[in-house]
T-cell receptor, first 113, second 116 residues
Framework: GQQLNQSPQSMFIQEGEDVSMNCTSS?????WLWYKQEPGEGPVLLIA?????ELTSNGRLTAQFGITRKDSFLNISASIPSDVGIYFC?????????????FGQGTRLTINP | GAVVSQHPSRVICKSGTSVKIECRSL??????MFWYRQFPKQSLMLMAT?????????EQGVEKDKFLINHASLTLSTLTVTSAHPEDSSFYICSVSNGQGRQPQHFGDGTRLSIL
């Protein structure tokens, strides 16, 4: 199935550094979502974006819905050890009642204390 | 609190066994539930969309007779992996949506299925 192009695939950073990851698509999405997944668990919703150009924050996390509706980025400021995990972008497409999520390949974040 | 409850969290069984996984919506009546499969170090791939009171819609390449889905109530969907084989070993995750507008999906904690 179609996937979004998410980059980078992995990041190794020092605690306290800022993190940036993004997703691009050749198709338009009407909603962009960012999830975090920890080992052995399901994804947890971090931020939902509903309008082109929208910039939304959730604590140290900030995400934007690209103006073309074909991309989104997620920034994490001042990273801490509990930020470790896999971050997935997801685009929602389709009409109400028949909507599907398409996921990016994920960005694995590792933090050195 | 949790929005979705998935059970069991882990299953280990012999080849040829059928395994049933339950997904319950705890916070709202979920007209639509989704079943995903995730192989190690890979992303989530949608298997099927489960609609309450009607037949599930399967994604291309997913065998409907292999992965039986029942969505008999607004709070419960089940996925049965029939005659499971080692290649069916994976992490199966459900999600729920209230079907209203563009509400995001909330995911269960997943079921780790290991077929020996």
């Amino acid at each position: 199935g179609q996937q979004l192009n998410q980059s980078p695939q992995s990041m190794f950073i020092q605690e306290g550094e800022d993190v940036s990851m993004n997703c691009t698509s050749s198709s338009i999405f009407n909603t962009w979502l960012w999830y975090k997944q920890e080992p052995g668990e399901g994804p947890v919703l971090l931020i939902a974006l509903y309008k082109a150009g929208e910039l939304t924050s959730n604590g140290r996390l900030t995400a934007q819905f690209g103006i073309t509706r074909k991309d989104s980025f997620l920034n994490i400021s001042a990273s801490i050890p509990s930020d470790v995990g896999i971050y997935f972008c997801a685009g929602l497409r389709g009409i109400q009642g028949a909507q599907k999520l398409v996921f990016g390949q994920g960005t694995r974040l590792t933090i050195n204390p | 609190g949790a929005v979705v409850s998935q059970h069991p969290s882990r299953v280990i069984c012999k080849s040829g066994t059928s395994v049933k996984i339950e997904c319950r919506s705890l916070d709202f009546q979920a007209t639509t539930m989704f079943w995903y499969r995730q192989f190690p170090k890979q992303s989530l791939m949608l298997m099927a969309t489960s609609n309450e009171g009607s037949k599930a819609t399967y994604e291309q390449g997913v065998e409907k007779d292999k992965f039986l889905i029942n969505h008999a109530s607004l709070t419960l969907s089940t996925l049965t992996v029939t005659s499971a084989h080692p290649e069916d070993s994976s992490f199966y995750i459900c999600s729920v949506s209230n079907g209203q507008g563009r509400q995001p999906q909330h995911f269960g904690d997943g079921t780790r299925l290991s077929i020996l």
